[in-house]
């Protein structure tokens, strides 16, 4: 502390005065700085936590027990204690009910049975007293059983006809007529549309790539490279075109949307690096008892891709805060909803907010 030597007083018996007057200044300032030094030391503890929760707490985005020291962000039942709550106690009459039977459920009974049966020796079924012994009932027990799959070729086998009498020179038809060829999912392929249904649902829907299909395959003696199905995917794909056309109409029919996008990388893209980062866009959307889900590629992550897609919506979006949605508020006929799975968030900045004032 700064203190000026020419101010001091020249009587002996007043430096006391100055002392406590120098005292009580110093105790001020040390009580300023110690609560200066607690707020900042429950500030880093704060940081503390939150960092530790965002290493070693739980990643998934299900709801839990607030923070002991979070208030309640509604009013409600999340309100715990104060002058106007009020508890009470409502009973709940639950009527009789009827409860499952364990067990072993029964297999489906479209399923086609196969009879195998099992008799003793014949030497078993003579009795002591010298007679046949009669059959008087039976015990059956049902096993599930699984046949794997089997390939098998199909042949077309298109007829040709022709007059051996005139040698077709009597009229202008061709002379050879043959049997037309049956309309194909990929033409000139040996696939069938079974085949490539398989194939589809087992990558798209059961998650199993193309190189352990090719594996499956080679167990059953053919060799059908991933190359191949790939090619086969493509080429198929083009054909959904209608169907997709079908579940953007459902989507857009229904009162609700939601949407969401996902970044991922694409090899071999004409005209981008293998490094260049793109984008699967997801909507869900149609009836609420039934939705239905479409998901989208594209190459760029700017919200007029959702635009041109809901371009003659009417109805919710709800989105996450991505800046690129705010093109939806150009739409009139389009509210714009926040997505309540990013609560954690916002909770947490609330908390901070909340220690600051």
Not at 179 to 202: E, M, R
Request: glycine residues 6%; negative net charge; aromatic residues 8%.
């Amino acid at each position: 502390m700064d203190v000026d030597l020419k101010k001091l007083p020249d009587d002996a018996t007043l430096p006391k005065d100055v002392v406590l007057s120098l005292i009580n200044e110093i105790e001020v300032k040390h009580n300023e700085l110690q609560v200066k030094y607690q707020e900042k030391i429950h500030y880093l503890e704060e940081q503390l936590r939150l960092f530790k929760n965002e290493l070693f707490g739980r990643s998934s985005e299900k709801r839990h027990a607030p923070h002991p020291d979070q208030l309640p962000m509604f009013n409600g039942d999340d309100d715990h204690g104060g002058s106007d709550s009020q508890t009470t106690e409502d009973t709940i009459v639950i009527g009789s009910h009827s409860r499952k039977k364990r067990g072993r459920k029964p297999l489906p009974k479209d399923l086609p049975r196969i009879d195998i049966i099992h008799d003793i020796d014949e030497e078993q079924k003579q009795c002591g007293c010298g007679q046949l012994k009669s059959v008087i009932g039976e015990e059956i027990s049902e096993k599930l059983d699984y046949i794997p799959a089997q390939l098998r070729v199909e042949r077309h086998i298109r007829l040709k006809y022709a007059c051996k009498n005139c040698e077709g020179v009597e009229d202008d038809a061709p002379t050879v007529m043959i049997a037309p060829a049956p309309v194909q999912l990929i033409a000139k392929s040996n696939a069938t549309a079974g085949l490539l249904a398989q194939i589809a649902v087992s990558k798209f829907a059961d998650g199993l790539p193309l190189y352990r299909q090719q594996k499956i395959f080679s167990r059953l003696g053919i060799e059908l490279s991933r190359a191949v199905m790939a090619k086969w995917m493509i080429q198929a794909a083009h054909h959904c075109d209608g169907l997709v056309h079908l579940l953007q109409d459902e989507i857009r029919g229904g009162p609700l949307i939601g949407i969401d996008e996902s970044p991922l990388q694409v090899l071999n893209e004409a005209g981008r690096a293998n490094t260049s980062k793109s984008y699967m866009w997801v909507y869900r959307g149609g009836q609420l008892e039934c939705p239905t889900l479409l998901y989208q590629y594209y190459p760029s992550r700017s919200g007029r891709v959702a635009l041109k897609f809901l371009h003659d919506y009417h109805g919710y979006i709800q989105s996450d805060d991505f800046a690129g949605y705010n093109h939806l508020d150009e739409n009139p006929n389009i509210v714009h909803l926040g997505c309540w799975s990013h609560y954690l968030e916002f909770m947490i900045m609330r908390r901070k907010f909340q220690w600051l004032t």
